[in-house]
């Protein structure tokens, strides 16, 4: 099998961190234990990742937004 586990984690560095785009499918592509472990950053990942995904589709649609006349410049 090709998932993460605690036997595969403990062979990475000590202060390596485990992350996911998710939606997660818990006990195949990782485990619930690896997931929800101290070394995971999945929740800030997952929680974050709506805003940034917004803020660079906005980065990036602003020259066409400009061209239209549809919005002033955005302060970066």
Do not use: F, W
Not at 13 to 30: A, L
Not at 35 to 40: I, P, V
């Amino acid at each position: 099998m090709y998932g993460l586990n605690k036997e595969r984690l403990a062979l990475a560095k000590p202060d390596c961190i485990v992350m996911h785009p998710g939606p997660m499918n818990r006990g195949v592509e990782i485990d619930s234990s690896v997931a929800d472990g101290d070394q995971s950053v999945i929740l800030k990942q997952v929680t974050n990742g709506i805003a940034v995904r917004m803020a660079v589709l906005a980065l990036a649609m602003q020259g066409q937004l400009q061209e239209q006349g549809l919005i002033e410049a955005i302060a970066v």
